[in-house]
């Protein structure tokens, strides 16, 4: 599959077995993992078996996830679709990074450019994201991006022994433009499996 999203210094594309060594590294540290509900990774293993789980999830329309390459440091994280509905042509954007790459403009490209296949061959007409409520950055990172705050979700996300609220974000297909994430090219190269397009068939109701 050479699915992919080439921004100005991101290219997103499919993780393979290759990658597993860095996404090791990168998701082993605790605190990039620390609002998850996996991790932080012990073994390398547990990288090659997320990466095997993903054809499977691709070609059943249940999520997409995308590895972050750098042009200049490689893999740099993971970011991706999920919580995917036809019936609603909605989904749920996360994305995570190693500690280096904090701060430094990539998860806005990142948002960009997955918001661009979201929106565009995959037929999304809704594009939401979760943040833990304690997790300011998170927060400002999706309000500076131009995703709209709709409200607190009690007790949604269950990590560790912990039942957390979550924040709700989203933008919908007619708002991106509008937002600061238009003016961050990408060009998408390669073809979705059809079941990631959610765009209603020609001669077909939406």
Excluded at 86 to 102: E, L, N
């Amino acid at each position: 599959m050479d699915l992919g999203v080439i921004g100005p210094t991101l290219t997103l594309r499919v993780p393979n077995e290759r990658d597993a060594p860095a996404l090791f590294r990168l998701a082993s540290d605790p605190e990039v993992t620390r609002w998850f509900s996996w991790g932080p990774y012990q073994r390398e293993e547990e990288a090659h078996a997320y990466i095997r789980r993903l054809p499977t999830q691709r070609a059943s329309g249940e999520q997409l996830d995308l590895l972050v390459v750098h042009h200049e440091h490689g893999p740099i994280g993971i970011t991706g679709i999920s919580e995917l509905s036809r019936r609603d042509r909605r989904g749920m954007v996360g994305t995570w990074f190693g500690r280096d790459h904090w701060g430094t403009g990539a998860n806005r490209e990142s948002k960009a450019l997955v918001a661009r296949l979201a929106f565009g061959p995959m037929g999304l007409q809704r594009l939401g994201a979760y943040t833990n409520v304690e997790n300011g950055r998170s927060e400002a990172a999706l309000r500076g991006a131009g995703f709209r705050h709709e409200g607190i979700l009690r007790r949604w996300h269950r990590h560790g022994d912990r039942q957390l609220d979550v924040g709700m974000w989203s933008i919908l297909r007619e708002e991106f433009e509008q937002t600061p994430l238009a003016g961050i090219p990408g060009e998408i190269r390669g073809t979705l499996p059809r079941g990631l397009v959610f765009a209603p068939e020609e001669g077909t109701a939406a």
